[in-house]
C-alpha cells in the first residue's frame, strides 16, 4: 500500500538541502506533537465553564462529562494507534498521513468550536484522538527514518520539550485568553497554530525523497560537470551530517513484502521485558498528566476560588522544566534511558503524593501546591524523552533493520524468514549469555583477587605475630626466676575457656567465623558496671543498709574476685610477671579475636569463589559450543539456499 505522491518529479524541488535535513523534520514532527497536545489541552481549562454556559450542564455533572470528554479522547487514541501503526509499517510514505491527521485535526478544532451540544464534543474529541494516534505513530517513525541511532536520545529530547510544553502551556493558555477574550478567542489562536503547522508538514521533504533527485542530479546523462560535482557533494553532505539514507529500492522492498504479520511482530515485541517496561512507564507519566489536567482546574476553583486565569496560571511551575527534554536526551544517548526515568519515577512519588496536603485556602498551600507542582514537571522532564528512546531502541533491538523496518515486512518468504529470525534471535541470546557469563566470571576474579590480597596480608600479619608470641615467651623465660618456665607445657587444669565461636554466613552465603564472650564473662563485665553505679547510690541508702552492706559484700565478692583471678592465666606466676610474658599475651589475644576467624572466614569465602568460578565457566563453555553448531547449521542453509531458490 502506498499514499499517491503530489510532487512534480521533473523539477528538483526548492531548497531541497535544508527541507530534507534532519533539524528540520525534527523541529516539524515536534511542532506536529505539539500541536496536537495543544489543541487536546486547550481546553482543559475551559471546559468545565464551557460545558455551564454553551451546553447548559448542572455544576454537579461537570466533572463527569470533563471526565468522559478525556476518556473519548484516550479510547480514540487506543484504538486509532494500532490501525495508523500498521498502515505506517506497510507504506514507506510518512508526509502524506501527515497531512491526512493534520486535516483531520482542523476538523476535530471545528467542531469543538461550533459545538453546543454534548455530541458535537465528543465527536471533536474523538477526532483529536484519531488524529493523535496518527501524528503520534508515523512523525516518530519519520524521526526515527531521520536521526541515526546515536541521536535518537536527543531527537526524542525535542519531542519531549514539545509534547510537555505542549501539555502545560494549553492549559495556561486556554485559561488566560478565555478569560480575557472569551471563548472564541481561544480557537482563533488554535487556527493560527494550524495555520504554521499546515506550513511546515508541506515544506519538509523526506530523506529518501530527497536522496532519489541528489542521485538523479548525479547519473542524469546531460547534467554538465559542475551540477554533478554539486550533487556528490551535496549527497555526501547528507551522509556526513548523520541522515541515514536508503535508496528507493530498497526502501520498497523493505516495506512492500507483506509476508510478516504485524501481530507476529507486535508479540515478540510485548514479550520484551524492556519494552513493556518502557511502555508501563508511559501510561504511568500520562497517567499523572491526565490526572492533573482533570482535577487541577475544578481543585484551584474549589479551595481558592480561582477563575480560569488562575486555573491556566497554575500549570505554570509545571512548564519551565519541560525545556529540560534536549539536555536530558543527550544525558540519556550516553548513559542510558533506565537511571533517567528511573530517577524520574523514584522522586515524583513524594510530589504527587504530597498533593494531598495541599487543602486550605491559605498562603502556605498555594506555594506548597505551585513547589510539588514544579517538582512534579521536573521528574517528568526526566521521563519522557528517555522511555520514547528506550521504545524506539527496543523496537530496533527487535527488529534489527532501523527506520522503516522497524515493525515493517519481512525481506524473503515467511518461513526462510521465521527460520532466519530465530536463529539469530537464539544466536542474540547465546551471545548475551555468553557475554553475561563473562563478566559474572570477571566479577568473580576480581572478587577472587580481593579476598586473596587480604588473605596474603592476614597470614603475614599472623606470622608476625606467632613470631612474636615465641620471642616474648623466650624473653621471659630467660628473664624469670629460677625453676619458672612458661610455656604450654606448664599450664594446668585451671586453664578455662572465657571465648566461644561463632559460625554465620555473609551476603555471598559464604560461612563467617567470629568469637564472642562466654555468658560467664558478659554476667561479671555486667556486674562490674552495676558496682560502679551501687557506689553512687549507697551514698543515699539508709544507716541499717551501710552497716549490713560491707558483711554482705565481703562474703559475695569473694568467690567472685577469686574466679575472675583465676581465669588470667598471667595470675598463676604471681602478681610480678615478667613482661615479656604480658606482651605475648597480648599479640596471643590480638591474633585468637581478630587475625584468626577473618583469616578462617577468607579462606571459606575463597573456596566458594572458587566453586562458583568453575560453575561459571562451564556455563559459558557450553554457549559458546552451542553457538558454534547453530553457526554452522546457519552457513550449511544459506550455503543450499540458492541452489533451492535456483532450482
Not at 504554521?196 to 554538465?224: C, F, H
Not at 559542475?226 to 555526501?236: C, L, N, R
Not at 476553583?301 to 511551575?317: K, M, T, V
Request: with cysteine; glycine share 8%.
Amino acid at each position: 500500500m502506498n499514499f499517491p505522491r503530489w510532487t512534480r518529479r521533473d523539477k528538483r524541488p526548492a531548497f531541497l538541502k535544508v527541507r530534507s535535513s534532519a533539524g528540520l523534520i525534527v523541529t516539524t514532527c515536534s511542532f506536529a506533537i505539539f500541536t496536537d497536545i495543544f489543541l487536546y489541552g486547550v481546553i482543559v481549562p475551559i471546559l468545565p465553564f464551557s460545558f455551564e454556559e454553551r451546553v447548559g450542564i448542572s455544576p454537579d455533572r461537570v466533572q463527569y462529562w470533563v471526565s468522559i470528554a478525556l476518556a473519548v479522547f484516550g479510547a480514540a487514541l487506543l484504538a486509532g494507534s494500532p490501525v495508523w501503526g500498521y498502515l505506517a509499517d506497510r507504506n514507506h510514505n510518512r508526509k502524506i498521513p501527515m497531512l491526512i491527521g493534520l486535516v483531520v485535526l482542523c476538523g476535530a478544532t471545528v467542531f469543538l468550536c461550533v459545538g453546543r451540544t454534548l455530541a458535537l464534543f465528543m465527536v471533536g474529541r474523538a477526532l483529536q484522538g484519531i488524529s493523535a494516534a496518527l501524528t503520534w505513530t508515523v512523525g516518530l517513525a519519520l524521526v526515527v527514518d531521520t536521526v541515526d541511532k546515536e541521536h535518537i536520545g536527543k531527537a526524542m529530547g525535542w519531542i519531549s520539550t514539545a509534547c510537555s510544553l505542549g501539555i502545560l502551556v494549553a492549559p495556561l493558555l486556554g485559561g488566560v485568553v478565555y478569560g480575557k477574550g472569551g471563548y472564541y478567542s481561544v480557537f482563533a489562536m488554535c487556527f493560527g497554530l494550524l495555520a504554521v503547522d499546515i506550513a511546515l508538514r508541506l515544506a519538509i521533504i523526506e530523506v529518501k525523497d530527497a536522496k532519489a533527485w541528489l542521485d538523479r542530479t548525479v547519473t542524469t546523462p546531460s547534467a554538465d560537470p559542475e551540477s554533478v560535482v554539486e550533487g556528490a557533494i551535496e549527497s555526501k553532505t547528507e551522509i556526513n551530517e548523520g541522515t541515514p539514507v536508503q535508496t528507493a529500492d530498497d526502501q520498497a522492498k523493505e516495506v512492500s513484502d507483506p509476508s510478516r504479520s504485524p501481530i507476529k511482530t507486535l508479540v515478540k515485541l510485548l514479550k520484551q521485558p524492556r519494552f513493556l517496561a518502557a511502555l508501563w512507564g508511559t501510561f504511568v507519566q500520562a497517567l499523572i498528566n491526565t490526572a492533573l489536567e482533570s482535577t487541577l482546574p475544578l481543585f484551584t476553583h474549589e479551595i481558592f476560588g480561582w477563575d480560569s486565569i488562575g486555573a491556566g496560571l497554575i500549570f505554570l511551575p509545571l512548564i519551565l522544566p519541560s525545556f529540560l527534554g534536549p539536555v536530558v536526551g543527550m544525558i540519556g544517548d550516553r548513559y542510558g534511558p533506565k537511571w533517567l526515568a528511573s530517577f524520574g519515577f523514584l522522586f515524583a512519588t513524594p510530589f504527587v503524593v504530597c498533593l494531598m496536603f495541599v487543602d486550605e485556602n491559605t498562603i502556605q498551600d498555594k506555594i506548597l501546591l505551585c513547589g510539588l507542582l514544579a517538582g512534579v514537571g521536573i521528574t517528568m522532564a526526566c521521563i519522557f524523552g528517555p522511555l520514547m528512546a528506550e521504545i524506539t531502541w527496543a523496537v530496533q533491538g527487535e527488529d534489527g533493520t532501523g527506520g522503516a523496518g522497524q515493525i515493517a515486512q519481512a525481506k524473503h518468504k515467511l518461513d526462510a524468514f521465521h527460520t532466519q529470525f530465530d536463529t539469530e534471535l537464539l544466536s542474540n541470546l547465546r551471545q548475551a549469555l555468553i557475554i553475561m557469563g563473562q563478566q559474572h566470571i570477571d566479577e568473580l576474579l576480581e572478587r577472587y583477587l580481593g579476598l586473596l590480597d587480604e588473605y596474603t596480608q592476614l597470614r603475614q600479619t599472623l606470622s608476625q605475630l606467632q613470631s612474636g608470641v615465641y620471642q616474648n615467651i623466650a624473653r621471659a623465660n630467660f628473664s624469670g626466676e629460677r625453676g619458672m618456665r612458661y610455656g604450654q607445657d606448664h599450664y594446668d587444669e585451671r586453664m578455662q575457656a572465657i571465648r566461644l565461636l561463632s559460625i554465620g554466613q555473609n551476603e555471598h552465603q559464604s560461612p563467617v567465623f567470629s568469637l564472642f564472650n562466654t555468658p560467664e564473662e558478659e554476667e561479671e563485665k555486667g556486674k562490674g558496671k552495676e558496682e560502679g553505679e551501687g557506689e553512687e547510690q549507697s551514698k543515699s541508702s539508709t544507716t541499717e543498709e551501710l552497716k549490713r552492706g560491707p558483711k554482705s559484700e565481703t562474703k559475695e565478692e569473694k568467690p567472685a574476685e577469686k574466679k575472675r583471678k583465676n581465669k588470667n592465666p598471667l595470675h598463676w606466676f604471681g602478681l610480678f610477671a615478667p613482661m615479656g610474658l604480658r606482651t605475648a599475651q597480648t599479640q596471643s589475644i590480638k591474633a585468637v579475636e581478630d587475625v584468626i576467624p577473618r583469616l578462617v572466614s577468607i579462606n571459606a569465602e575463597m573456596l566458594d569463589v572458587e566453586i562458583e568460578v568453575r560453575r561459571a565457566r562451564k556455563r559459558r563453555a557450553k554457549a559458546e559450543m552451542a553457538e558454534k553448531k547453530t553457526g554452522q547449521a546457519t552457513t550449511d542453509v544459506q550455503s543450499q539456499s540458492p541452489a533451492l531458490e535456483a532450482s
